[in-house]
């Protein structure tokens, strides 16, 4: 589904004249269907690989293979979920989730239908005519998710989606995402730092060490849905989760270069 070939991703810095590395040498596969957490400390390069799999920026060596493709840019079948919901403030909820239709071209009595159906999924018919300043934080990141459910990607990536929100709201937020899922088997690949978000959403945990961001080591997580977050299986995986973090990954060294007229992005 989606391959990580050696992947290394370095930023030049034109300010300092120092080029960094943040990804090293990454290699692993999510396999269709899977629910996959990638957990990594803060900085270490999460979202810097998320948006090597949406297309929006290029490895510096490496490839990135989806369904059989090198990624090279942006496409429909690879939906983004961000941090903090990126709705258009004077659309409303429907107008937000219809936008992606229209731009494919669906016709305006279709992709109204599409458009209630997805936001049904998340909760929020009743809520269809409100534009988001009228909703809560929670209840934009459901907008969101409709926006991408709706147009019907392979591969979801979503980079921290919930670590805005407070507890509660979170925890129904992981689990109406646990219910899409399950009637779906979409792919998902979730950028988190929260051991407990992971042991709960996953099936397989890739462990992430600090910058340059490199696989510390995966944890499979057996246990059937649906899960109790304080079962004794849980904490164990929580408690497994903690000490890898820990690790140090091995990587090769950053290298300095010199460079002429190049841009921030190598
Ligand atoms: N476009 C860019 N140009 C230069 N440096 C960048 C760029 N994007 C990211 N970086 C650097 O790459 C490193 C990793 O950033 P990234 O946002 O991928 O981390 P992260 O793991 O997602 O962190 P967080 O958990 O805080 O979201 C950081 O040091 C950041 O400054
Ligand atoms: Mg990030």
Redesign the pocket.
């Known amino acids: 589904m989606l391959d990580i070939l050696e992947v290394s991703k370095n ?3 034109r300010e300092s004249g120092q080029e ?1 590395q ?1 990804l090293c040498d990454l290699n692993f596969r999510i396999n269709e269907g899977e629910f996959v957490c990638l957990l ?12 090597l799999a949406a297309g929006f ?1 290029k490895p510096s060596a490496g490839r990135l293979i989806f369904q059989g493709r090198e990624i090279n840019a942006p496409g429909p079948d690879r939906a983004v979920i961000f ?1 903090d919901p990126t709705l258009f403030p004077w659309l409303t909820a429907i107008q937000n989730v219809e936008f992606g239709l229209q731009n494919a071209g669906v016709s305006k009595n279709e992709r109204h239908l599409k458009a209630l159906q997805s936001l049904q999924r998340v909760g929020l018919e009743n809520c269809a005519d409100v534009r988001p300043h009228a909703l809560s934080g929670g209840m934009r990141q459901r907008v969101s998710l409709a926006r991408v459910l709706v147009l019907e990607p392979a591969l979801l990536l979503m ?2 989606p919930f670590s805005a929100l407070d507890e509660n709201t979170r925890e129904r937020l992981q689990d109406e995402l646990l219910r899409i899922w399950l009637a779906d088997r979409k792919t998902i690949l979730f ?1 988190t ?1 929260n051991v407990d978000e992971a042991a709960y959403l996953a099936d397989r945990v890739l462990v ?1 060490g600090p ?1 340059p ?1 490199s696989l510390v080591t995966e944890v499979r997580v057996p246990l059937q849905r649906p899960r109790r977050r304080s079962a004794f299986e849980i904490q164990n995986i929580t408690d497994r989760l903690r000490m890898e973090l820990g690790r140090q990954p091995c990587c090769i060294p950053v290298q300095k270069r010199s460079h002429g007229n190049e841009n ?2 190598t």
Do not use: R
């Open positions: 930023f030049y810095h960094f943040v990594g400390p803060s900085g270490c390069g999460k979202s810097t690989l998320l948006n920026i941090q980079d921290e950028v730092h992430m910058a961001m921030n992005q």
